[in-house]
Structure formats: C-alpha cells, structure tokens
C-alpha cells in the first residue's frame, strides 16, 4: 500500500522569502504544498510550479476561517505540517515605540500563530503532524532598536514549548526554529517608520546593525535543512527526556547562528558587553558627554 502523500500549510509564501523558499523545498521532496499569502500575485511563482495556493490575511479571523475550512476541503481532514511563518517587524527605539504599532505587530507574529494553530487543530490531531514555528535569535537576544520585534518572538519561542507539551498525548509534535541571519523579505518590502526627531538615540541615526550586515545564508539552504528536519517524523524511540532519530523540538539555523548559541551560553553579563560595543553606543555616550559639558 502506498504512502499517503504529506500536506504542509505554510503561511508568508511572498517571492524571495523563507516561506516561498519552504513551499518549493516541501514540494520539491515529494509533499503537497498549500502555499498562502495576503496578495494573489506573490503567489504566482507558486501557482505556476503546480502548488496549491490560497489567499491569507493572517490578521484577519474572518480569513483565517476561511483559510482553515479551505485547507480543511484540500486535506480531506488531516494536515501534517503547518508551517507559522508569516510576520513582521519594527525598528524603533524602545522609548520612542508607537503603541498601535507595537499592538499590531504583537497581533501579526504572536496572536495570530495561535489563533490559526488552534483552527488547524483538529486536523494536525488527525494526522499526528507537526507544528514549526518560524522564530529569531533575537527571541533571546537583546538586539538594539528590534525590541518589540524580539518581544514577539520571544513569546513565539514561549508559546512552542509550552504547545510542545500540551499537544504530546494527541501525538502533534512542536518545531522551533530559532533563526539567525538570513537573505528574506522581512522589513524589505516597505521602509521603516523614521525615529521620531526628538528621539533620545538621535546620534545614532542611520547607522547600520553591529551585526548581520555581511552575506547572509540564502533562504534555499535554510528550506533545505527546515524541511529535512521536518521529515524526520517522530523518530524510532523516545526514551526519557531523548528522541533518537526524529525532528527535534529547537533548531538553530542561519548565518552566525553559531555565535549567537555561544554568546547566550555565556550569559546576560556577556551579551550586554558585547552588544554596547557592537553597536556603537559609544557613540551616544560622547554625544552625552559633550551636551552636559
């Protein structure tokens, strides 16, 4: 008999982004690939490889229903992977964030995840599938004015431990992937909103991010290894606190993504030092120094 063929759903399939880069990954291993986004157009390249698409306003429950009772008639009732991808982000100074902006960012990358995790519910039980979540190193990093973004994902990376263990006894497992630098879309497709002129980081405007700026890991290798990981399947035995030879719970995967492990190993202490130095906030502390003078 036959294998059943695996369906993934995965959500933020914009052109030149992770999600984009997953559908073709999943597709090309031999899965069905639901592949969705907010505009039809960002799904053409998709639609024309032969994916299945649809449209997904993942702020909008009204969509999300829609989207779920779609995917639902697409499966037959049972989903093996759904893949939270879809998010945003602000750049702003903690003290000069915009709070409608804040909520509307916590509304996209965190709200969101759970309130269409939980209407695919019913059908990743059906299938003892697999739940993967898109976060960030910045979940447990302090990178400087992507606060309310790494707030977010922090949250995200929260929300998968604690579904990873809630979902154990109806056999839906939970992925993690804690992701450091990568070439995507994110914060690209629009500019970010200007500090505000009276922001206390003034001497620090415009500068570029003490990290990451090099060559970044392109989002095809980073889809190769998500989804080998993903089609691991729950492994050959679970013994105690370990599971041999099936998808892990937490992975780190990007450019120096390896450095970042390391530097939250180190410490609080560690990663404060380094992170005043990396992004020059001596800077700010010479221009303080002269306006009190």
């Known amino acids: 008999m036959a294998e059943r063929q695996k369906i993934v759903f995965i959500t933020g399939c914009s052109p030149g982004g992770i999600g984009n880069a997953l559908a073709r990954e999943f597709h090309a291993r031999g899965c069905r690939?639901?592949?969705s986004a907010r505009r039809k157009e960002a799904l053409t390249d998709l639609a024309e490889l032969g994916l299945d698409t649809i449209l997904l306003d993942v702020d909008n429950e009204a969509s999300v229903a829609a989207a779920a009772e779609s995917v639902s008639t697409m499966t037959g009732g049972r989903l093996d992977f759904l893949v939270n991808n879809a998010a945003t982000t602000y750049v702003m100074p903690l003290a000069d964030v915009d709070l409608d902006c804040f909520r509307s960012l916590l509304e996209t990358n965190v709200v969101s995840v759970v309130g269409l995790t939980n209407k695919l519910l019913p059908q990743l039980i059906a299938a003892r599938g697999l739940v993967v979540n898109i976060s960030s190193c910045s979940e447990s990093l302090p990178f400087p004015f992507k606060g309310t973004y790494a707030m977010t994902k922090a949250a995200l990376a929260s929300y998968s431990r604690t579904l990873s263990v809630e979902?154990?006894?109806?056999g839906v497992r939970v992925l993690n992937?804690?992701?450091?630098?990568?070439?995507?879309?994110?914060g690209k497709r629009a500019p970010p909103p200007p500090w505000p002129e009276n922001s206390l980081y003034d001497p620090m405007r415009g500068l570029p991010q003490g990290a990451g700026s090099g060559q970044r890991m392109l989002p095809s290798e980073?889809?190769?290894?998500?989804v080998a990981?993903?089609?691991?399947?729950?492994?050959?035995?679970?013994?105690g606190p370990w599971r041999f030879g099936g998808t892990r719970e937490t992975?780190?995967?990007?450019?120096?993504?390896?450095p970042m492990w390391?530097?939250?190993?180190l410490g609080a202490n560690w990663v404060r030092f380094i992170t005043l130095?990396?992004?020059?906030?001596?800077i700010l502390t010479d221009a303080l120094k002269k306006k009190n003078v």
């Open 222 to 226: 980073y889809a190769t290894r998500v």
């Open 167 to 170: 979902l154990a006894p109806f």
């Open 262 to 265: 390391f530097l939250g190993f």
């Open 33 to 35: 690939v639901i592949a």
């Open 177 to 186: 992937v804690t992701t450091a630098f990568i070439q995507s879309q994110l």
């Open 251 to 258: 992975m780190f995967l990007g450019t120096l993504s390896g």
């Open 277 to 282: 130095k990396k992004w020059r906030f001596s």
């Open 229 to 239: 990981e993903c089609l691991k399947g729950p492994g050959w035995l679970e013994w």
